[in-house]
């Protein structure tokens, strides 16, 4: 079983940015995908990346979030700019197709 850890959420002004970290227990080789959940709606996918670092990105997000990930140290990342206050949600990583458990996530919050 696959574990995830994320982390590198916060408080942060509507314009600003972040990185979030998402680290597995071991090596992942298939699609991930970085998600979010905010408070009484579904969770989301946000951003996926294939293997061979092709990436996708939900219209919401596109031209201000980045996923990449570096297989070496089992770790993904999504750098968020110009941060919105409707990107506040708690975030979380997993597999884009295949999905092992869901970690704790980490929270963003987007607020003046």
């Known amino acids: 079983q696959v574990q995830f850890v994320e982390s590198g959420g916060g408080l942060v002004q509507p314009g600003g940015s972040l990185r979030l970290s998402c680290t597995a227990s071991?090596?992942?080789?298939?699609?991930m995908a970085w998600y979010r959940q905010a408070p009484g709606k579904q969770r989301e996918s946000v951003a996926t990346?294939?293997?061979?670092?092709?990436?996708n990105y939900a219209d919401s997000v596109k031209g201000r979030f980045t996923i990449s990930r570096d297989n070496r140290k089992k770790t993904m990342y999504l750098q968020m700019n110009s941060l919105k206050p409707e990107d506040t949600a708690a975030y979380y990583c997993?597999?884009?197709?295949?999905?092992?458990?869901w970690g704790q996530g980490t929270q963003v919050t987007v607020s003046s």
């Open positions: 997993n597999g884009d197709v295949f999905r092992w458990a």
């Open positions: 071991t090596s992942i080789f298939t699609s």
């Open positions: 990346i294939t293997s061979g670092g092709s990436t």
